[in-house]
């Protein structure tokens, strides 16, 4: 079969592999039907995932059929449309009992699809712990409207819930890359009293004035304005920084009321630092980390239900055996692009 591999650091490869096999009674093999490319990817293939394998096939973001399943396989079936989880969990340790599955112990627990062990931008994946890794696709809901429910919609949606956004706040967002728009749809979810996007891209700015007209949109030389004109308190209620560069990090703590909570959902490729003096008597909640992954059934109800479409966000399809075009113009943010749809 295809698989997008890993060669070596800067370089990726479309090359043929051995489909993949049941190797562990809980393991599914599914037959991916579309996947996506994830910022994530072009972190690994730059050398920024100190855990990736040389050699592994890359990809976290899919949606498939499942074709195998190992004898200890419950909640999935042969033939059934399944969205396909980034993180791997045991769903028995300390970390998954409480929901932590990003932290789960197993030697495979966390992100290990596409990172650690072989992912998804092929023809065939391995799932290990299929009962959580596989979600069942409603029937009403396209291979589209499902493709990002295990990455970055589950991440905007453990953002925005661990954010504890009230209907009273004003929540600012910084990013509006295909992280920052998933946050957004699930920080609109809470009802907050005002949404503030702060967008370097002239763009995508506008992508989101165009799609989300109740949103504020500023740019980040204006942002601290805007946000202390448009909050109640001085400053923004929750912050949620999406962006990943230095600038957007300050301004994450600069932007915050006393009192907030900043959420750090953005990977830096350098340490960041906190001048804790300046900002000594904010008393602020930082939370940070991998999105912990296991809201994928309710994440899928919702779209069922029409309160989140991501559609909009794929603005490119290629085929899997065009897939290095498709990294061009997605590295390169090229044509307008926010997500590519890799469909086999
Ligand atoms: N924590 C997790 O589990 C998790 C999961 C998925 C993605 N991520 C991370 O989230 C980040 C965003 O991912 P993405 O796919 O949306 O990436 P992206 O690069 O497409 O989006 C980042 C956006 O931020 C904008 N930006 C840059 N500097 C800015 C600034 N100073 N102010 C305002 N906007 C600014 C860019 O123009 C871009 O649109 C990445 O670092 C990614 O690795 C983390
Ligand atoms: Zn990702
Ligand atoms: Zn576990």
Redesign the pocket.
Known sequence: MLAYTYKDHGNFELTEKAKPEIQNSKDAIVKITMSSI???DL?IKHGSVPKAELGITVGHEMVGVVEEVGAGVKNVKIGDRVAVNVETFCGECFFCKNGFVNNCTDKNGGWALGCRIDGGQAEYVRVPYADQGLNKIPDSVSDEQALFTG??LA?GFWAAKISEIKETDTVLI???????ICTLLCTMLKNPKKIIV????EI?RNFIKTHYTSVIVTE?EN?LETVSKESDHGGADVVIE????E??FK?AWQAARANAIVTI???YDKPMILPLPDMYGKNLTFKT???DGCDCGEILSLIERGKIDTTPLITHKFPLKDIEKAYEIFENKLENVIKIAIVN
């Open positions: 994830c910022t994530s972190h990455d970055i991440t910084i990013g509006a890359g295909p992280t920052g702060c967008e370097k891209d995508r980040p942002c999406a962006a990943g560069s600038e957007s301004s959902v953005a990977l980390g991998g999105v």
